[in-house]
Each structure stands twice: as structure tokens, then as C-alpha cells.
């Protein structure tokens, strides 16, 4: 049994345990042998999508009316999880995907459920999510973009940066101004990526999750049509803070997998390893790491439960994913690190996988809301907001 093997105290379902060990199985056969050659090489494996879409990874919170598993957001994250023990980069290509497809069900009209969910969830179409832009990442609210009206629709213009699945994506949500500043005049619309106007401006090359496509888009007079606003015109900056507290969890879960990875490979590598005669795991200075390790792990992917299953109980659950956040990707930062040091010079070569892991774990403290906007939101809800 690996160490990391989750305390039996906390109950799982029969169905949540089955969703973890189908993307635990499929990430052991289709990614784990190729995990070095993709990350070496930057390749997104988007047959691998196929493959996941076939298993039901990416319908898992999908209503079953709309070909998706309809199961828990608790199972969700237990599927992310184990991606991202085997590769960071394909689990947050499920997680965008999966907070659009969320976003979707809960925003949407009937009509939009009906037309995207199928797609997103059984027919292996891939959503993106774009609201960063040059001058408006932590503060989202600088988005310049802008969406005209014209006759029954409107026309959309501007850059957006850095959209995970961008280049691969069949839908994008995307954040657009439909008015002068401010919050309350940004909208949200799902847009079909293939419409003339729509364009892969940039490639960008990454520290980690290579498998991940990252790019910036270009809308350039895109036409659509008004039944393309998702929610109504104006609430586009609340819809998409609404995707990104769920997407939170997702990233905790991501988090929560590096770190798996960091404590399994720690631990055979302290019991192979040998210095002064004995195996180093026989050192306190080792085992205290692992100790931590593994404390950490436990106190993360409990937060994440707890978020998750809050989201799923339809219960408040905002603080409760920015605190599994930023404890599960400071954790993942700080144990990746160490899993290094107990790899000693080998750890620094890419002979092992530590290097990749430390790569990886630094972007859960950026995206989907920075580790400094997560303390924010929650010392908020104990402070309320102070002007300074
Ligand atoms: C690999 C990758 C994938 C991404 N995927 C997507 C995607 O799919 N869609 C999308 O829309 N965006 C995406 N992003 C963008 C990402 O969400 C932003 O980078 C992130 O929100 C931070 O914004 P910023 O980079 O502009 O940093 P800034 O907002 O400029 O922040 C810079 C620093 O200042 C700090 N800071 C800012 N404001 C405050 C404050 N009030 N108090 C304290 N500190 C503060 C930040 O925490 C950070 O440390 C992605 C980014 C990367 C790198």
C-alpha cells in the first residue's frame, strides 16, 4: 500500500472511490509512460482526451440528462487528484473544463445546457475560460474587451491571455465589457472557438505543467448571437467569480496530487537511498520531512473535501475553497521543494520526477486566484472589507 493512501476515517462513497480509482487506472496506462517525452517536449496529448471523455472523466459533474456521470463534486476532486499525481498538466486541462461545463449548468439557459453539456461532457469538446487580460489579471475587473451591440447580438473585440486549453478548446466563456468601467458592465459569453474572428495569438511557454496548452486568444469582430450571453448582460463579472470558486477546488485537488507524488517518491527514495551505512530515511533530518509531508497532505485534501462536498450539498462553500487552495498549493510548493532535497543532486536531474513536481506546483499559488487574493477573501469574511 503506497503511503500516501488515504486514512480510512474519512468515508468515501463506493461511487466516489470507483471515479478515483477509473482516472487513478487510466492515469497510470496513458500518461504515466509518457509523462516525461510530453513534459520534455511541451506536447498536448489531445488524443488522451478522447480516452478520457470515452472513461466519463470529463462529464463527472455533468447532469446524466445531459450524457454526463452526475456524480459529486467530492469524486470530481478525488479524479483531479489522481490525474495530477501522474501529471500536473492534464489535471488542470480537466479542471478549466470542468468548471466551464459547471458554470454552464448552473448559469446557463435551458437552451445553452442542452446545446454545450453533450458536447463538453460525452462528444470530447474541451472549454476554455477567458477573463485575464494584459492590464487586468488579480483585479479582473480592468477588462477592456469589449462586446458592441449589433442588430439581435453583438460584436465582440479584444486579447485575452494566458486561457488554459485555449488552442484545443470547442467553447470558450469569455468576459467581455458591454458598458464603461466598472464591475457591473463586464458580460459573459459562451463563444463557439471556431467563428471567423477567433484566433490563437501566442503560444506560452511555461516553467511547469507543459502538457497544459496555455495561450492568448484574439477576438477580432466576432459575431454572436444574444443567446450567447451566459446569465444576463452585466452579471459577467459575478458569473465568472461564480466558475472560479468552484474551479478553486479543482486546483486544491491539484495541489493535493503533487503532493502525493512529492511524499510517494520521497518515501521510496529515503528507503533506498543509502548514506553513512544506512538507509538516509534513517535520519531524523529526512523523516521529520516526510513527517511533515504527509501531516500536510492529510490537512489538505481534508479541506478539499470539505469544499467539495459543501459545493455538492449546494451549501456556501467560497471561504471553504480559497482555504483548501491556499493550504493545499502552499503545501504542494513547500513539500515539492523538500522532496528535492531528500533526492539530494539526483533530485535536481530530470533522472527523477521531484524536478518536475516543484515545476508544477508553483503555478497552483498563481492561477484561478493568487495565494495573496486568497487570504484576502478570507480574512474578509472574518474583517468584512476595510478601506484603508
Ligand atoms: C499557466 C497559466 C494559466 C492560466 N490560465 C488562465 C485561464 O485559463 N483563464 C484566465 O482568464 N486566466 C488564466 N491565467 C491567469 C491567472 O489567473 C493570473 O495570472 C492570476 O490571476 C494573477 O494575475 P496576474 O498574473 O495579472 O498578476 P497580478 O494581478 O498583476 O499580481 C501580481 C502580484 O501582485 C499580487 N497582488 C495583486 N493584487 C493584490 C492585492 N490586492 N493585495 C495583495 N497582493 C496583490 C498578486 O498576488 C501577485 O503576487 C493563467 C495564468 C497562467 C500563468
Avoid at 449548468?105 to 463538453?120: A, C, M, T, V
Avoid at 491571455?161 to 458592465?185: L, P
Wanted: aromatic share 8%.
Amino acid at each position: 500500500m503506497l503511503e500516501t493512501a488515504r486514512a480510512s476515517a474519512f468515508e468515501l462513497s463506493d461511487e466516489q472511490k470507483q471515479i478515483g480509482a477509473l482516472a487513478a487506472e487510466i492515469a497510470a496506462r496513458e500518461i504515466a509512460p509518457n509523462i516525461v517525452k510530453w513534459d520534455r517536449e511541451h506536447f498536448f496529448p489531445r488524443e488522451l482526451y478522447s480516452k478520457l471523455c470515452a472513461a466519463g472523466i470529463l462529464g463527472i459533474i455533468v447532469p446524466e440528462e445531459y450524457g454526463g456521470v452526475g456524480a459529486d463534486y467530492v469524486s470530481y476532486a478525488l479524479a483531479i487528484e489522481e490525474l495530477a499525481k501522474v501529471d500536473a498538466g492534464t489535471a488542470v486541462t480537466v479542471s478549466v473544463h470542468s468548471m466551464i461545463a459547471s458554470a454552464i449548468n448552473r448559469l446557463g439557459s435551458d437552451e445553452q445546457r442542452r446545446y454545450y453539456l453533450p458536447k463538453l461532457a460525452s462528444e470530447n469538446s474541451l472549454a476554455a475560460f477567458a477573463l485575464t487580460e494584459p492590464d487586468a489579471g488579480s483585479d479582473a475587473s480592468g477588462v477592456r474587451s469589449s462586446a458592441r451591440h449589433d442588430g439581435d447580438g453583438y460584436v465582440l473585440n479584444g486579447r485575452k491571455q494566458w486561457c488554459t486549453n485555449g488552442a484545443y478548446s470547442g467553447v470558450i466563456m469569455g468576459m467581455f465589457r458591454t458598458g464603461e468601467a466598472g464591475k457591473r458592465s463586464i458580460s459573459a459569453f459562451l463563444i463557439d472557438n471556431d467563428l471567423p474572428g477567433v484566433s490563437v495569438e501566442r503560444t506560452t511557454e511555461k516553467l511547469g505543467i507543459h502538457t497544459s496548452n496555455t495561450c492568448d486568444l484574439a477576438f477580432d469582430d466576432v459575431r454572436v448571437p444574444a443567446t450567447a450571453l451566459l446569465g444576463s448582460e452585466g452579471d459577467g463579472f459575478g458569473n465568472a467569480m461564480a466558475a472560479l470558486h468552484g474551479g478553486r477546488i479543482g486546483i486544491a485537488a491539484q495541489a493535493c496530487g503533487i503532493l502525493a507524488a512529492s511524499l510517494d517518491a520521497s518515501v521510496k527514495f529515503a528507503g533506498e537511498r543509502v548514506a553513512f551505512g544506512k538507509p538516509i530515511g534513517a535520519f531524523q533530518g529526512i523523516s521529520f520531512k516526510i513527517a511533515q509531508m504527509a501531516m500536510d497532505l492529510d490537512a489538505a485534501r481534508l479541506l478539499t473535501y470539505r469544499a467539495a462536498a459543501l459545493c455538492s450539498a449546494g451549501e456556501p462553500f467560497v471561504i471553504e475553497a480559497s482555504k483548501a487552495k491556499l493550504f493545499a498549493s502552499t503545501a504542494a510548493c513547500k513539500h515539492a521543494a523538500a522532496a528535492i532535497q531528500i533526492h539530494g543532486g539526483y533530485g535536481y536531474t530530470n533522472e527523477f520526477p521531484v524536478e518536475r513536481y516543484y515545476r508544477d506546483a508553483k503555478i497552483t499559488e498563481i492561477y484561478e486566484g493568487t495565494s495573496e487574493i486568497q487570504q484576502i477573501i478570507i480574512a474578509r469574511s472574518l474583517l468584512g472589507k476595510i478601506d484603508t
